[in-house]
């Protein structure tokens, strides 16, 4: 079949170049070597790209950043359920919901690529927990790291004070 298609094409798009005068027997050498030629400029077939998922790239981004996997895991599932198109009414985005300013701040150009969108989180996240310890750490993740200074540790924030808790509860620290 695939023959049939090579002979075809050539046929569809060199015949209406030959003229008249070109014999059958000439026509039968051009396609020998126009297939020939098709056939040494196709592309090596590569190997299909193995589908991660999102727990495999959480696990990368938390090596890389120097986070725990378990606790990248606990803010991933927290934020998004794992989820890559969460948007949140505040207008977060991907599996770790990413503000505007930080998909920014760390040049994520598709906040719903599960690849940039964990990364990004995880960096951020490192510097949080790096800058303000475990806990205010993350109520800086949540809340940003202004309300944190703001309030010197974990602002008295009802959703922030629950987030703090549900994602030490979920890591194994309470």
């Given at each position: 079949m695939k023959v049939i298609l090579d002979i075809l094409v050539i046929i569809l798009l060199f015949f209406p170049?030959?003229?008249?005068?070109?014999?059958?027997?000439?026509?039968?050498?051009?396609?020998?070597?126009?297939?020939?030629?098709?056939?040494?400029?196709?592309?090596?077939?590569?190997?299909?790209?193995?589908?991660?998922?999102?727990?495999?790239?959480?696990?990368?981004?938390?090596?890389?950043?120097?986070?725990?996997?378990k606790l990248l895991l606990a803010v991933a599932k927290k934020e998004s359920n794992l989820k890559p198109t969460a948007v949140s009414p505040m207008g977060a985005k991907g599996v770790m919901q990413l503000m505007p300013v930080i998909i920014r701040k760390y040049k994520v150009t598709d906040p719903f690529d599960p690849e940039q969108n964990i990364r990004a989180g995880a960096t951020y996240l490192s510097e949080m927990v790096t800058r303000f310890g475990l806990e205010h750490g993350l109520a800086a993740y949540n809340a940003g790291p202004a309300a944190v200074v703001k309030y010197n540790g974990i602002p008295p924030y009802r959703e922030t004070e629950h987030y703090v808790r549900t994602i030490i509860k979920e890591y194994g620290l309470l």
């Open positions: 170049l030959m003229s008249r005068e070109n014999s059958l027997k000439e026509f039968l050498e051009m396609k020998d070597l126009l297939t020939l030629k098709v056939r040494t400029c196709k592309l090596p077939v590569t190997e299909e790209k193995k589908e991660r998922t999102v727990h495999d790239i959480i696990k990368e981004a938390a090596l890389e950043s120097g986070l725990d996997y």
